[in-house]
């Protein structure tokens, strides 16, 4: 692997770092898009677990999916993630009985590593009565327990999600901006996982972040060509090329020095084409 | 009538304004991410630094060290033009009263601005809306008298400081402030990937739309003028190249395209309708001289065609 420059925050995938010149520049917030079963979620936590081995503190937000189910996904990749810190945000058992106030519901979160998250604790998160989670309460509870323990990397998945389960759209604009700014205050380098954009629209996290890594797949014949592009990155020099790659048992990789297949490449600059 | 034009700062750019840009009114840098705006509006700025001006950068989306970061790639120093961080607050969702950013924060110059980035006060967030930014620049112009200013960008403003309901309203009187102040304006305005005309270029003086698209060899630059009331102005999308001294139009027209199917790839011109764009006599679109159709006949590269409107 390439020497990373000190001033970059390492992404932990083999080939990344070079397409970003170097790594991402710490403190900021990037979005990682794609459409579903692209590897968005699998580079975070690479992502997390790269942080974590440069001892760094690591907190994955997990509101797609219960705690417990991510660890047997990523123990299917054979990867040990016992370190990352996770704050379980998932929804899964709504109590429709009264509303709880946001103050309450900062005071509800609760962090676990992944090595503790089992069915037990998913059981305890069903007996909870959930909260309501939004963009706002979100904020409040990363805030609660960033001021308890400093974090350096964080990976909110996803935020299109959280957008969904946010009940007001009024000042949803806000609230993300707000989020990101405290992301960005309190030292953090993060990942925002989203769903791939609509092109017709400027969706306000993608327009804030200071990067975006978009995952792309597609069914060529018989096999699944992946590839991944840097849409944006502000401040840094970064590779325009969509590059092919790949998720194996070790994880995702990349392959900066390739080119992608004609066949996929023709899709891709149908695309922009259109889009231009 | 018309005043001397001021120059813009970037080579080329201005020979396709015919001269540069009319002073004292608005301009919309528009693009989608990535494709030059701030880079555009600091040489913008940089250029009336250099002439002596007095130069304000508003900054919206990005905190100022960040802007002071990224733009140390280039090989100018922005350290002598001013700024106003008007970068919103961390929300605190609660009932804290809060101060209005006009008197909180002051213009410095991006030098002075620090390497840090400015942290929420935990006792009284400030209050960024379009309102105070309009009032932050009324007491700015009578304290200071710039020449010229960069909004960057209207569309976190838009985004992030205006209820919806009053945005068009909001939006036209914001550029009605800016025309009363007198002061030569460039606001940037991203767009989606897929755009259609908005308020913002339709209440501008002109716009500079900056494009980025994918040909198969890598990453293509340019840059078209969409719109300039009361000038004549180049009609073709030119291909620009950024370095490290910055945006430089080239006088090449850019080149053609691979046919693609059109089922796949409806033209962008279908998308756009043509209403918010060239009053001049000039039919002709920056996608058509791209040369998106095939018997497109290549006309010479430093002609100016057509004047536009605004009843002159």
Redesign the interface.
């Known amino acids: 692997m390439k020497i990373i420059s000190r001033c970059r925050a390492s992404t932990g995938i083999p080939g990344l770092d070079e397409m970003l010149g170097g790594g991402l520049?710490p403190?900021?917030p990037y979005v990682v898009s794609g459409t579903s079963g692209s590897g968005k979620t699998t580079l975070g936590i690479q992502f997390l677990q790269q942080g974590v081995r440069l001892g760094e503190r690591a907190l994955l937000v997990a509101i797609d999916e219960p705690p417990a189910e991510i660890r047997e996904n990523v123990r299917a990749l054979g990867w040990d993630v016992g370190k990352i810190r996770i704050l379980d945000v998932h929804p899964a058992a709504k109590a429709y009985s009264k509303r709880v106030s946001?103050v309450e519901v900062a005071a509800q979160r609760s962090v676990a590593s992944l090595r503790e998250a089992g069915p037990t604790a998913k059981a305890e998160a069903m007996k909870q009565a959930s909260p309501e989670i939004s963009v706002?309460s979100l904020?409040?509870m990363l805030k609660q327990e960033l001021h308890e323990s400093p974090y350096s990397r964080v990976v909110i998945d996803s935020l299109t999600s959280l957008k969904k389960l946010s009940e007001t759209m009024e000042d949803m604009?806000?609230?993300i901006?707000?989020l990101l700014?405290?992301l960005?205050?309190s030292m953090v380098t993060s990942l925002i996982i989203t769903d791939l954009?609509?092109?017709?629209?400027?969706e306000?996290e993608?327009?804030?972040s200071?990067g975006?890594m978009r995952l792309h797949k597609r069914m060529v014949a018989a096999r699944l060509d992946r590839w991944i592009t840097i849409?944006?990155?502000?401040?840094?020099?970064h590779d325009?090329?969509p590059r092919p790659m790949t998720i194996s048992a070790t994880g995702i990789s990349i392959d900066p020095r390739k080119k992608i297949p004609k066949t996929s490449?023709k899709m891709?600059?149908?695309?922009?084409?259109?889009?231009? | 009538m018309i005043k001397d034009k001021i120059k813009t700062g970037i080579p080329g750019l201005d020979d396709m304004l015919d001269g540069g840009l009319i002073p004292g009114r608005a301009y919309v840098v528009s693009g989608?991410?990535?494709t030059g705006k701030t880079t555009l509006a600091m040489q913008f700025l940089l250029e009336g630094a250099r002439n002596a001006e007095r130069v304000l950068y508003i900054s919206l989306?990005?905190?100022p060290n960040?802007v002071v970061?990224?733009?140390?790639?280039y090989s100018w120093d922005i350290g002598p033009i001013q700024v106003f961080d008007a970068?919103?607050?961390?929300?605190s969702?609660d009932k804290t009263p809060v101060r209005d950013v006009s008197t909180e924060r002051k213009v410095v110059y991006f030098r002075d601005s620090g390497d840090q980035?400015r942290?929420?006060s935990d006792r009284s967030p400030a209050d960024v809306t379009i309102n105070t930014i309009q009032e932050m620049l009324k007491q700015e112009m009578k304290v200071r008298k710039y020449s010229r200013i960069v909004i960057d960008s209207l569309?976190?403003l838009r985004?992030?400081y205006i209820r919806t309901s009053e945005e068009n309203s909001s939006m036209i009187s914001f550029f009605r402030l800016l025309s009363d102040i007198g002061v030569t304006c460039l606001v940037t305005v991203?767009?989606?990937?897929?755009?259609?005309p908005d308020v913002e270029t339709h209440m501008a003086r002109g716009e500079i739309r900056l494009?980025k698209?994918?040909?198969?060899r890598?990453?293509m630059r340019g840059v078209t003028i969409e719109k300039y009331r009361g000038s004549s102005h180049d009609h073709r999308l030119r291909m620009v190249k950024i370095s490290s001294d910055g945006i430089v139009v080239k006088t090449m027209v850019a080149e053609k395209?691979?046919p693609?199917?059109e089922d796949?790839?409806?033209k962008?011109e279908k998308v756009e309708p043509a209403t918010a764009h060239h009053e001049g006599p000039s039919p002709s679109t920056p996608g058509e001289s791209a040369g998106s159709s095939p018997q497109d006949t290549p006309t010479p590269p430093d002609e100016h065609q057509g004047t536009g409107g605004g009843g002159i």
Request: charged share 20%; hydrophobic share 35%; no cysteine.
């Open positions: 520049i403190n900021r946001l706002q904020q409040l604009n806000a609230s901006m707000s700014r405290f960005s205050e954009p609509d092109p017709t629209e400027l306000p993608i327009f804030i200071r975006e849409e944006k990155l502000r401040g840094s020099a325009t090329m490449l891709l600059q149908a695309f922009t084409q259109y889009a231009r | 989608t991410s990535g989306d990005e905190p960040e970061e990224n733009m140390r790639s970068t919103p607050d961390i929300l969702y980035i942290l929420t569309t976190a985004y992030f991203q767009l989606p990937e897929i755009s259609k494009h698209w994918f040909d198969g890598g990453l395209q691979e693609i199917p796949v790839a409806p962008v």
